[in-house]
C-alpha cells in the first residue's frame, strides 16, 4: 500500500503529520492513526493537546536552561539542592540520566549541545557565557563535567576547563572504566586502560 | 533510562500519550517528544489539531461504512463510479489497497471486521444487515467478495454467500494464485494447486 488514495482529508492529514517523526514512515503512521481511531474521543483529544501544551506552555528554566514547566525549574527550586554544585550536561536527556541515578542533589547546567566543528557547532552555540557568569558571581564550590566520552565531549571539557578554571572553581569528570554487565574481552583498549591506570582499593 | 524523574510534567504527559500507542515504547516516544521540541510552535500545533480533528470530525460514510469528511464518502458520491458494482472488504485499510490499484471503478461495502469465532465476533457484529438491505433494494447486479483468504475470511466469504445468494446477485471472490514475485518453491501447496487449477491460456 502506498496510500496514493486517502477517502478523507482529515485522515490523510493525520497520517502525514505522524509520518513526519522520525523513525516513523507512512504504514507505521497510519497504524497509529487507526489506533486513535478507534479510542474513545475524549482520550483522543486529549493526547492532541498534550501534543499542543507541550510545545506552547513549556518553558527552559533561567537558571540552568533545563525543560520546566516554570521559569525556574523544580531542581534549581529545590531547597534541599546544594547550590555549591553544578553538574555541566549536553541536554535535557541527560539530566533525567543523571538524576535516575539518584546519587546527584546539586544542580545542572545544560549546554544545549556540544562543541562539535564538523556539525558547524562551536561555543557561542551552546550555554557557556551563562555558566561563566555563573562561576564569577562565586557560591560554586565544584564543577563535574558529565559529557559523552566521546572526541566531541573531550574537546567541549577542554574548552570548559581553559575557560572556567582562571575562577579557580574545583572541576572534575566523570569516573570513566568498565561499565557494570561489561566483560573484558569485548572492553576496548583505551576503556580497559584507563580503567586500570584508575584502579581502587578492593572493597568488600 | 527509565525516566522515572521528568523535570516537566507537560513533557512527561506528552511522552505518555505517545507511548500509548502501539508499538512504541518510553524511550521511542521520548525520542518523539523530543524531536516535536524542536520544531516551530506553529508545526507542533498543527500535529496536535490534525489528531483533534481526525475524531471529532471525521464520519463514517452511511452509504458504505468507509471514513469519510462528510456524511456520504467521496467514492459514494463520485458519479462516475459503477452503482451496480459491490465490493465486499473488511476495513478502510482495504478500500484504500483496492482503491490503489487503480482497476476498480464500482462501489464499496465496508463489514468492518470478519468473522471469527476466536475473536469473539460474529455476523451480527458486522455491518451485514445494510449490506442485505443495500442487495434487497436492487440494482447491484455484482457483489465482489474482496476479504483476506485466512479461515475467518473464507468462513465470512461463506456466510455472506449463503444470506445475499437468495437475492440472485452475481457473487464472486478475489483470484488466487500465485503472487507477482513469489518463488514457486517457497509457495505453499494450497496456493500453487489453486493456481494449477485455475490456470488460463497463456496470453503474449
Chains 1, 2 share one sequence.
Not at 165 to 185: C, H, N, Q, W
Request: glycine residues 6%; negative net charge.
Amino acid at each position: 500500500m502506498s496510500f496514493t488514495e486517502f477517502t478523507s482529508r482529515l485522515l490523510e492529514d493525520a497520517v502525514n503529520e505522524f509520518a513526519s517523526l522520525p523513525g516513523i514512515g507512512r504504514k507505521t503512521a497510519f497504524r497509529l492513526v487507526m489506533n486513535l481511531l478507534r479510542r474513545n474521543p475524549a482520550e483522543v483529544i486529549r493526547f492532541g493537546e498534550s501534543i499542543i501544551k507541550l510545545r506552547s506552555e513549556i518553558h527552559y528554566c533561567t537558571v540552568c536552561n533545563n525543560i520546566s514547566d516554570t521559569e525556574v525549574c523544580n531542581i534549581c527550586k529545590d531547597p534541599k539542592r546544594d547550590k555549591s554544585l553544578v553538574c555541566v550536561v549536553e541536554n535535557i536527556q541527560d539530566v533525567m540520566a543523571v538524576e535516575n541515578t539518584r546519587q546527584y542533589r546539586g544542580l545542572y547546567h545544560v549546554l544545549g549541545g556540544i562543541i562539535s566543528p564538523i556539525d558547524g557547532i562551536g561555543p557561542a552555540d551552546l550555554k557557556i557565557d551563562s555558566l561563566e557568569e555563573k562561576v564569577k558571581e562565586g557560591g560554586v564550590s565544584e564543577i563535574i563535567l558529565a559529557l559523552s566520552t566521546t572526541m566531541e565531549g573531550d574537546t567541549t571539557n577542554f574548552y570548559l576547563y581553559k575557560r572556567l578554571s582562571k575562577y579557580s572553581p574545583f572541576i572534575t569528570t566523570l569516573a570513566r572504566g568498565v561499565a557494570m554487565g561489561d566483560e573484558l574481552e569485548y572492553t576496548d583498549e583505551i576503556t580497559l586502560g584507563r580503567a586500570l591506570n584508575n584502579r581502587n582499593p578492593y572493597q568488600q
